[in-house]
């Protein structure tokens, strides 16, 4: 029996995943990104993964600004997630209109957010329709250390499984 999209789906949006909002900066140009695809990856250094589509803008500016940010967001607060699902636009010191401030790497960090990692990438290897981008902490911190970090599972967001319209068969 041939194994269907939809059964994929169903299963690997089951798999607890945080999320997030990432950050990244190629010279002047800055972007927010909402992610569900992120872990650690090694503990001497810290390593953490994120993957991110190919095709898109935080791909490319973490591709050639050799940076990423990682900002965990409050479980009561979600509805930022969705503004972050398209290219951001940047101005007056904010993203989308959420204010942000540039890390030790340059890329932004969110001020609301409630923790946050700013990370060197030390690797990336494509995967297919998404990279993963290993970058290696070297800055971290927190602004509310006892909120809930959102995860996928607090909000009607579904992300994974098989693309779109098919896996290519």
Known sequence: MALEDEMIN?????IPNALALVG???GEERNGMTTS???QLSMEPVLIGIGVDNTA???RLIADGGSFTLNLWDSENTRVFVKFSKPATYEDGTLNGWSVRD???GAPLFDDAIAYLDCEVRHSLDLGTHTLFVGEVVDAGINNDKAR???LSDTRM???GVKRGGHGK
């Open 57 to 59: 803008v935080t791909h």
């Open 24 to 26: 990244s900066r190629a």
């Open 103 to 105: 890390g030790v790497t």
């Open 149 to 151: 970090s959102a995860a």
């Open 10 to 14: 169903r299963v690997t949006w089951k």
């Open 158 to 160: 579904k992300y994974g």
């Open 37 to 39: 695809w992120i872990t």
